[in-house]
């Protein structure tokens, strides 16, 4: 368990200096946010590498912006029990706040990052698909400039994200709620703490002006796909439609039948299957309730 | 009755024990608490010996090979290695059972589980001795692997040890009565086949050994994680080859041992074969994964049983079938498979018993002694089955549980004899405390209640090898420059025996528990102690201390009473006072005292030291058949819990809402410690019961060797907890006080599965009770 390859390490102590080194360095590095799964798979010998480029301490990368109407933006290395306990946020987006509170156990959320955590790109993270659901976008920052992709389109499969080389994940922008939306997260592990999701979900509703009839839906699932996978056939059966029993029963089934799971020391793909629905049934509801009441 | 007993009553006629106690049943913070939680204190993996080197051992990838060949030229080339050893360096074989002794320090020949050690090494840093383990070459010849007992015993063809055909490791028949005739007359007969699976204990502090052999003197000091030192200490000397009096374990406080550690472990023989090899302190502690990878956790039983039951619903007759799986090698195999069998007897009258049982070997890390050992598996199926007794003839489970509940003076079957019970008394409290009668039977779909019952041993009446010397001596010394100093044994191992020790040794000498000092265990500093298992060390250390502080007492009590100018059995001595029982000062005035410490140094001005020392052995009983003593204890622990479950019937979440526990442990020594014991062992059970399970691929690989893939409950996973002690005084036992730590673990499972069965009417059978399972069943339910 100790770590056994001999690497190079660079603090570097600005922003710009942390670009330049992850350009000069490249593949040969690895970027260190928080640690919290760098560490363990070095230890574990997943991974070896030359050099880490730690920029945990960087405050340029560190911060929270909330201001009403304005959306949101968080620094790619703010630690998550900064997101989990900020007021702002957690009144604007309390199904991020919620899913950042339920990852790892304290130890680790004193220590970990957002930015970490969707650079990781595990299939089973806590946080990219309430970021999804939110229609959150990163900003990831080169020499070379900046760009912005949606969160979705930024995690490609296990451990694949669109990060190139000389790139780093700068900070993510969220944008406000609309008016009577909500969103909520949940997910399944056979644990209350210390899990990793056997399934995960976000689901943000957008009603009408009638707070009844559903104007727009994101339904994002975790841990079911090498990627959030966003539901396509959810919308179509909800958009334009009040909320009844029938139709949360049939939400269930049509998330089921996009989910993709497969199975392992955590659960079988089948029950993956049978919670994605229980998740979405549930979601569904407690978010149409909630953009009732926004 | 033994010797101690005797002098104890000789003694005694001082002072007659009342349930009016000053120290014992003071719930006293643990005296040992504040400097764990501050982190002041040096577990053994703290410690740091000057010119230290540090060990790695090289584990099999391989569940089952023979071992072709090893080169480890290359890691002794590597700059900072001192040595390497394998195999050939430790060929005389260990046990903790002497004379069914097969483990080896690493393996010789063969590897018969993943994980099984092959070499080790000792180098200058850690991270060199780990680079040196991926130097050594070891040539494998793969042989098929054996996973499941019931595969197991049908292939002689594959014998994982030699000399056992069909891999049966044991097996043992006992019959009493006449269980066939019994069955064949019962108006109820339950036929049922249960699993219960493969755990391991989750102790928080892997085991560590620090080994310093003096090549001088030829003595070798070890510093190690280990609640069985004496034990240690004797198969230390016989793989090392070294008189016991050239060794000497220190135990450092222990992180938890539940009875993890009470083998030795290969980090204790590597560390003392490198330290001897190269003349220097040699460290090895275990990664999470070598935990797994040595196991010593619960076994797992296929078990059939029959229970019939007349038409009054009293159980007439049991005929358990029990087959074990214990993994590669003995370890305590042979006592479980027996214990497993007695258990049967007790907390209900079983008139008629017959015990078939057999453990059997396979390709998987060896299962031990783990909390409860032996008592947990029968319990969860009888339990069960008890409750569905109940149902057929329409009485509550807590009506049959009551009927045939033992009681004080009851001699079992099987010989065990119970000199105190007031387990009717725990279900009482149980039901009456969570309104079990009111809502058992009327909870809505997916809401249950459950009640289970158990029993454990407090302290066993045989030791491990044929001796006849006592189980435990404990020794006071009394001074004016330290008080009272007490020397034993006995290994914390968390569960806070040295407090209870101090807090015994006080009660007697009449003074505060703060004030005793309790010296850590050293095979060479304390006295005998045969070990921590079978929830004895209250029990017996209770009547060597008390022994011991008699006599004490007996040389203190005539200079008292001279001073006091009266009789020297009308003094009494409490709170650092001795004091007339009939002389006051005055006529209203207090009772004539004098300060314990004046006592004290007239004494030792005039007579010089003062150390007593006292003893004790248990009463031992004729078992009548083979195994039969296996299980007989000189008392014993009771416990009835009742659990209520909520489950989420879409995701199959079984939610446990609230634990009601009601435990007789006699006269509590330390109640805050007994609640501890209580939550620990609901947090172990509920464990079991829902979550963990050690995952072993048909290959033998194991799956999931870390905290992070073997899920144990976390603090957000537990229930409320209700923990009561029922009002009990156990007279055979010192201070009245009984074991509280096995017990307590013993009716968790089948009270949750009770529960579960309450809430969707689905009887389940085997552990763990995954939200898979439990949606799967509901599904199926729903289907019909």
Same mark, same amino acid.
């Given at each position: 368990m100790n770590i056994l390859h001999e690497f190079e390490y660079f603090k570097p102590k600005s922003k710009k200096e942390a670009l330049e080194l992850v350009k000069s360095k490249g593949s040969s590095a690895k970027v260190l946010a928080g640690g919290t799964d760098l560490i363990i798979q070095m230890k574990e010998k997943m991974i070896k590498t030359d050099a880490i480029i730690d920029i945990s301490d960087l405050e340029e990368l560190k911060g929270i912006k909330c201001e009403e109407g304005k959306g949101a933006e968080i620094l790619a290395c703010t630690k998550l029990v900064d997101?989990?306990? $900020?007021?702002?946020?957690?009144?604007?987006?309390? +199904?991020?706040?919620?899913?950042?509170?339920?990852?790892?156990?304290?130890?680790?959320?004193?220590?970990? #990052?957002?930015?970490?955590?969707?650079?990781?790109?595990?299939?089973?993270?806590? #946080?990219?698909?309430?970021?999804?659901?939110?229609?959150?976008?990163?900003?990831?920052?080169?020499?070379?400039?900046?760009?912005?992709?949606?969160?979705?389109?930024?995690?490609?499969? $296990?451990?694949?994200?669109?990060?190139?080389?000389?790139?780093?994940?700068?900070?993510?922008?969220?944008?406000?709620?609309?008016?009577?939306?909500?969103?909520?997260?949940?997910?399944?592990?056979?644990?209350?703490?210390?899990?990793?999701?056997?399934? $995960?979900? +976000?689901? $943000?509703?957008?009603l009408e002006e009638d707070k009844a009839t559903i104007k727009n839906v994101k339904l994002v699932m975790g841990s079911v796909s090498i990627k959030p996978l966003v539901s396509e056939a959810v919308p179509k059966v909800l958009v334009g439609k009040k909320l009844t029993d029938e139709l949360i029963a049939t939400t269930g089934e049509a998330a089921q039948s996009e989910a993709k799971p497969i199975s392992d020391v955590r659960a079988s793909a089948e029950y993956r299957k049978d919670v994605i629905g229980a998740l979405a049934r549930r979601l569904v509801k407690e978010a149409y309730e909630a953009a009732k009441e926004a | 009755m033994g010797k101690m007993y005797e002098v104890s009553n000789k003694y005694n006629n001082y002072k007659e024990y009342e349930r009016e106690f000053t120290e014992v049943g003071r719930s006293i913070p643990r005296l040992d608490g504040p400097a764990k939680v501050t982190g002041k204190v040096q577990y053994t993996d703290d410690l740091v010996l000057p010119r230290m080197a540090y060990g790695k051992i090289l584990r099999s990838p391989h569940a089952h090979a023979n071992i072709k060949s090893i080169d480890y030229n290359e890691a002794l080339k590597l700059d900072g290695v001192l040595a390497v050893i394998t195999g050939e360096d430790c060929p005389i074989p260990y046990g903790i059972v002497p004379h069914n002794a097969n483990e080896h320090a690493l393996a010789v020949g063969k590897v018969r589980n993943w994980g099984e050690g092959v070499a080790a090494v000792a180098a200058l840093d850690e991270a060199t001795a780990e680079k040196a383990l991926e130097l050594i070459k070891v040539e494998y010849e793969v042989l098929e692997a054996i996973v499941d007992p019931r595969e197991s015993v049908k292939r002689d063809d594959l014998r994982i040890h030699e000399n056992h055909p069909n891999n049966i490791a044991y097996e043992g028949t006992q019959v009493y009565g006449d269980p066939e005739k019994a069955l064949a007359e019962s108006d109820y007969i339950i036929e049922k086949e249960f699993y219960s699976s493969y755990v391991n204990h989750g102790f928080i502090e892997t085991q560590s050994a620090i080994s310093d052999f003096d090549p001088n003197t030829g003595k070798l000091h070890m510093y190690a994680t280990c609640q069985v030192p004496h034990y240690t200490h004797q198969q230390l000397a016989k793989v090392l080859e070294m008189p016991m009096n050239k060794i000497r374990i220190t135990v450092p406080l222990i992180g938890g041992g539940f009875g993890g550690k009470g083998v030795a472990s290969q980090a204790d023989f590597c560390s003392a074969l490198l330290s001897r090899k190269i003349g220097k302190p040699v460290k090895i502690t275990y990664e999470r994964s070598e935990v797994f990878a040595t196991n010593n956790g619960r076994h797992p039983c296929y078990m059939k049983f029959k229970m019939g039951f007349d038409k009054d619903g009293k159980i007439t007759a049991v005929d358990f079938n029990n087959l074990m799986d214990g993994g590669a090698y003995s370890g305590w195999g042979i006592v479980v498979?027996?214990?497993?069998?007695?258990?049967?007897?007790?907390?209900?009258?079983?008139?008629?018993?017959?015990?078939?049982?057999?453990? /059997?070997?396979?390709?998987?890390?060896?299962?031990? *002694?783990?909390?409860?050992?032996?008592?947990?598996?029968?319990?969860?199926?009888?339990?069960? @089955?008890?409750? &569905?007794?109940?149902?057929?003839?329409?009485?509550?489970?807590?009506?049959?549980?009551?009927?045939?509940?033992?009681?004080?003076?009851?001699?079992?079957?099987? @010989?065990?004899?119970?000199?105190?019970?007031?387990?009717?008394?725990?279900?009482?409290?149980? %039901?009456?405390?969570?309104?079990?009668?009111?809502?058992?039977?009327?909870?809505?779909?997916?809401?249950?209640?459950?009640?289970?019952?158990?029993?454990?041993?407090?302290?066993?009446?045989?030791?491990?090898?044929?001796?006849?010397?006592?189980?435990?001596?404990?020794?006071?010394?009394?001074?004016?420059?330290? =008080? /009272?100093?007490?020397?034993?044994?006995?290994?914390?191992?968390?569960? =806070?025996?040295?407090? %209870?020790?101090?807090?015994?040794?006080? &009660?007697?000498?009449?003074?505060?528990?703060?004030?005793?000092?309790?010296?850590?265990?050293?095979?060479?500093?304390?006295?005998?102690?045969?070990?921590?298992?079978?929830?004895?060390?209250?029990?017996?250390?209770?009547?060597?201390?008390?022994? *011991? *502080?008699?006599?004490?007492?007996? &040389?203190?009590?005539?200079?008292?009473?001279?001073?006091?100018?009266?009789? =020297?059995?009308?003094?009494?001595?409490?709170?650092?006072?001795?004091?007339?029982?009939?002389?006051?000062?005055?006529?209203?005035?207090?009772?004539?005292?004098?300060?314990?410490?004046?006592?004290?140094?007239?004494?030792i001005e005039s007579n010089g030291p003062l150390t007593c020392s006292g003893q004790f052995t248990p009463p031992r009983r004729k078992g009548i058949q083979q195994g039969g003593n296996i299980g007989h204890s000189p008392t014993f622990g009771f416990s009835a819990q009742v659990a209520e479950v909520d489950i989420d019937l879409e995701t199959g979440k079984v939610n446990v809402v609230k634990i009601t526990e009601a435990g007789d442990c006699g006269q509590p020594i330390n109640p805050m410690s007994v609640e501890?014991?209580?939550?620990?062992?609901?947090? @172990?059970?509920?464990?079991?019961?829902?979550?963990?399970?050690?995952?072993?691929?048909?290959?033998?690989?194991?799956?999931?060797?870390?905290?992070?893939?073997?899920? @144990?409950?976390?603090?957000?996973?537990?229930?409320?907890?209700?923990?009561?002690? /029922?009002?009990?005084?156990?007279?055979?036992?010192?201070?009245?006080?009984?074991e509280s730590g096995e017990g307590p673990i013993q009716p968790t499972a089948p009270a949750i599965f009770n529960a579960v069965y309450d809430a969707i009417g689905v009887r389940f059978t085997e552990m763990p009770l995954t939200p898979e399972k439990v949606l799967n069943a509901i599904k199926a339910q729903k289907a019909k």
């Open positions: 997101i989990e306990f $900020n007021a702002d946020l957690k009144k604007k987006y309390p +199904a991020l706040t919620y899913a950042v509170s339920q990852l790892g156990s304290n130890q680790v959320r004193v220590m970990a #990052t957002m930015g970490g955590n969707c650079c990781h790109s595990s299939p089973a993270a806590e #946080t990219p698909a309430p970021l999804s659901a939110l229609g959150a976008k990163v900003v990831l920052a080169s020499l070379e400039g900046e760009r912005e992709l949606a969160i979705e389109d930024f995690i490609h499969g $296990n451990r694949k994200n669109a990060l190139k080389e000389g790139e780093i994940l700068y900070k993510f922008i969220l944008p406000e709620p609309v008016k009577k939306s909500a969103c909520r997260y949940g997910h399944i592990g056979l644990r209350n703490a210390m899990e990793i999701d056997c399934a $995960n979900m +976000a689901v $943000n509703v957008e | 498979l027996f214990y497993t069998a007695s258990m049967v007897h007790i907390p209900y009258m079983v008139p008629n018993v017959k015990f078939d049982g057999k453990r /059997v070997f396979t390709n998987k890390p060896t299962c031990g *002694a783990h909390r409860g050992l032996g008592g947990v598996q029968p319990r969860f199926a009888m339990e069960q @089955m008890l409750d &569905e007794a109940a149902e057929h003839f329409g009485m509550s489970p807590y009506a049959i549980r009551k009927l045939n509940a033992v009681e004080s003076g009851y001699t079992a079957k099987s @010989m065990m004899y119970v000199p105190h019970s007031e387990y009717k008394k725990c279900l009482d409290e149980a %039901v009456e405390k969570s309104g079990f009668l009111e809502k058992q039977g009327k909870l809505p779909y997916g809401k249950g209640i459950g009640i289970s019952g158990g029993y454990y041993i407090s302290g066993t009446s045989y030791t491990l090898y044929l001796s006849y010397k006592p189980h435990t001596v404990a020794t006071i010394k009394i001074d004016e420059e330290n =008080g /009272v100093t007490l020397f034993c044994g006995a290994t914390d191992i968390g569960q =806070g025996v040295d407090t %209870v020790m101090a807090q015994m040794a006080a &009660e007697t000498l009449g003074v505060k528990t703060e004030d005793v000092k309790v010296i850590p265990r050293d095979t060479e500093i304390s006295t005998f102690d045969l070990g921590t298992f079978a929830s004895r060390l209250t029990f017996a250390t209770g009547w060597a201390i008390r022994q *011991a *502080a008699e006599k004490i007492n007996a &040389e203190l009590f005539p200079v008292a009473a001279s001073i006091l100018k009266c009789r =020297g059995d009308e003094i009494a001595v409490k709170d650092g006072y001795f004091y007339s029982i009939y002389e006051r000062e005055g006529k209203k005035g207090r009772n004539r005292e004098v300060l314990w410490t004046d006592v004290v140094t007239m004494y501890g014991q209580v939550h620990g062992s609901i947090q @172990m059970g509920l464990g079991q019961a829902l979550y963990e399970e050690m995952q072993i691929a048909p290959d033998g690989r194991f799956l999931n060797p870390s905290l992070h893939d073997y899920k @144990m409950p976390t603090i957000r996973d537990m229930p409320k907890i209700d923990a009561n002690i /029922v009002e009990a005084y156990d007279p055979s036992a010192p201070y009245g006080g009984k």
